[in-house]
């Protein structure tokens, strides 16, 4: 089985930096992907990691500890378009097969 | 636009009812995800076909089913409707069984009332 864990909400003003963090317990890992979701909108791949570090993309890093089964996404300059929800998935060998497991997400406020 | 299709875009129907789904895949992606994502939710993984096959399974309920077609169109099937039904459904593709990234569509708005 799997199970992840954020917190459900973040607020931040314009400008700010802000982080998510996500802790996983899952058989069989396979890296830690996060994705971004509008209001009502798809669900958008943002960053993947594999192996333990900082991956940085754009105003986005993501960053992974193995050992700990965390990670966290950092949202650096925020602008209010980065409202929106943001999950932690992991690929979960366990029950679901090899589908991706979503966290419940967190959604972030961005005040200006 | 992540190029996975689905219809309808919005869905009202009566408790009782059985409704149909439906999911074409980026081209050339050969997994089909279902998800589910109600008020308050995270997505919650219903099932994954590939190449025609179901390959897992996630907390679908006994009256959801679903299957991928030959031309790899998958469609999610609903019966008896509760209105605890309500909710997103949202199907994604990836080229393999693999896909730590997976592209979704944008999610058809089912509401049983």
């Known amino acids: 089985g799997q199970s992840l864990e954020q917190p459900s909400e973040v607020t931040a003003v314009e400008g700010a930096i802000v982080q998510i963090n996500c802790t996983y317990q899952?058989?069989?890992?396979?890296?830690l992907s996060w994705y971004q979701q509008h209001d009502g909108g798809a669900p958008t791949f943002l960053s993947y990691?594999?192996?333990?570090g900082l991956e940085e993309t754009g105003r986005f890093s993501s960053f992974l500890s193995r050992s700990d089964s965390y990670g966290y996404l950092l949202l650096q300059e925020l602008q209010m378009k980065d409202s929106a929800s943001y999950f932690c998935?992991?690929?979960?060998?366990?029950?679901?097969?090899?589908?991706?497991?979503f966290g419940k997400g967190t959604t972030l406020s961005v005040s200006s | 636009d992540s190029g996975v299709t689905q219809t309808p875009k919005h869905l009202i129907t009566a408790t009782g009812q059985r409704v149909t789904l439906r999911c074409s895949p980026r081209?050339?992606?050969?997994?089909v995800y279902w998800y589910q994502q109600s008020l308050d939710q995270g997505l919650q993984f219903l099932i994954q076909?590939?190449?025609?096959?179901?390959?897992a399974k996630g907390n679908i309920l006994e009256r959801f089913s679903a299957q991928q077609f030959p031309d790899l169109h998958s469609e999610l099937n609903l019966s008896s409707l509760e209105l605890g039904d309500s909710a997103l459904y949202f199907c994604?593709?990836?080229?393999?069984?693999?896909?730590?990234?997976?592209?979704f569509g944008e999610g058809s708005w089912l509401t049983v009332v």
């Open positions: 994604a593709s990836s080229p393999s069984t693999a896909g730590n990234t997976i592209y």
């Open positions: 998935a992991v690929r979960d060998q366990g029950q679901a097969g090899t589908a991706l497991i």
């Open positions: 076909y590939y190449n025609g096959e179901e390959r």
């Open positions: 990691n594999a192996l333990d």
């Open positions: 899952t058989s069989g890992f396979y890296g």
């Open positions: 081209s050339g992606d050969l997994s």
